[in-house]
């Protein structure tokens, strides 16, 4: 039986890589489908606050677009519900219009997710032999994947935001690389370095607590089933356990979603909607909990459970499903290639061993 944390079996960095990409994929393609029905039909019932942006999500990471004739929206057709905008937007535009808008968001996607879930198992794994070492205990107590969920998270969002600035700014306004740099030039002018991450504690906000959680829930639950070794490394098992997590982490972190959405939406709108020779910013994270809580109340702040928990649920079951999935395709390999090393070492020890005797 291959122990999970095996310093012999355990996967590189690298392989984690792989598994990241692999599972970063394969979110996208199931999940962009949902997602561009979904964007369709917002635009059609101009559900949003001033109807001029959507958000845009495949299931990994979301950003705005603008309503009207887009990629993204290319022709005025009318969708009377799910099922018939999925076969409406098949049959006018074929079956690649469901994974339209997939490329340019996978380009940021794969990095930022490789950056979380590395960070992640890299942290955890440090912070648990730490922990065993210290204390002479075994096993995880469930600080440690809250902190190294928390901080890889941290981390990957930090290090992407000023690429998904200047991605936003291409998509939005149509800009070329050139006219990027004169772009960046501006916002550094008027605001230095911190205009690079606009928007940034709204996400943190919203996306740290939500990992601080999703991990712990995760691990927990893998431990309140207590399935052999064996069971614990499925698909179906894995997959069960990450929608558990994500529909709680979603749940929990629902207001800062929300706040998060209105503020994605107005910063948005300012830069799509404007000549581009202001700086625009979008109000901060107090006045927009404010309006909504003065608007709709506290039920505001949770509008939209069902919609983010259908969106975050399988997105997030998907994504570690495949994720451990590759995790344990690795861990194979490599006790394989262990196994191969240490029958090549037997038979060489046995070789030398030989050798004097038959020299005699």
């Known amino acids: ?39 369709r039909l917002q635009a059609q019932q101009k559900a949003l606050l001033s109807n001029k942006c959507y958000l845009y999500c495949n299931g990994l990471m979301e950003h705005l677009c603008p309503c009207g004739e887009t990629a993204w929206i290319p022709r005025r057709v009318h969708f009377h519900g799910t099922m018939d ?31 979380y879930f590395v960070s992640y198992e890299q942290l955890r794994y440090k912070m648990k032999t730490t922990y065993n070492t210290i204390t002479g205990k075994m096993g995880q107590p469930m600080w440690i994947p809250l902190i190294a969920g928390a901080t890889a998270r941290t981390t990957a969002v930090t290090l992407v935001s000023p690429v998904e600035l200047i991605r936003t700014k291409m998509q939005s306004k149509k800009l070329t ?23 940034l504690g709204s996400t943190l906000l919203r996306d740290v607590p939500f990992s601080g959680i999703y991990w712990t829930t995760f691990e927990k639950t893998k431990l309140v089933f207590n ?3 064996s069971e614990k490394n499925t698909f179906l098992f894995n997959f069960f356990c990450g929608s558990v997590a994500g529909s ?11 706040i ?15 000549d581009g020779k202001t700086q625009q910013r979008a109000s901060n994270m107090k006045d927009i909990a404010k309006a909504i809580y003065r608007n709709h109340g506290i039920k505001g702040l949770f509008t939209g459970f069902l919609p983010r928990i259908f969106k975050v649920a399988p997105a997030c079951a998907i994504m570690i499903a495949t994720f451990e999935y590759g995790k344990q395709f690795f861990q194979i390999y490599n006790s394989q290639k262990y196994k191969e090393m240490m029958q090549r070492h037997h038979q060489d020890i046995i070789i030398l061993t030989s050798y004097p005797k038959s020299v005699k």
């Open 260 to 274: 998060k959405t209105h503020q994605q939406i107005e910063l948005g709108e300012k830069e799509i909607y404007t």
């Open 248 to 258: 709680v982490a979603a749940f929990v972190t629902l207001p800062f979603d929300v």
């Open 85 to 115: 905008a999925f076969y409406k937007i098949t049959k006018l535009e074929g079956v690649t219009a469901l994974w339209s808008g997939l490329s340019p968001t996978l380009a940021l996607a794969l990095p930022c997710t490789v950056i």
């Open 177 to 199: 690389y050139s006219e990027i740099t004169v772009a960046l030039q501006q916002v550094l002018k008027y605001e230095g370095f911190r205009g690079l991450f606009r928007g």
């Open 1 to 39: 039986m291959i122990r999970e944390d095996d310093p012999q079996f355990r996967i590189t960095p690298f392989q984690q890589m792989a598994s990241a990409s692999s599972g970063a994929l394969i979110t996208s393609l199931f999940m962009t489908p949902l997602d561009v029905v979904k964007i």
């Open 227 to 229: 399935k052999p070794d």
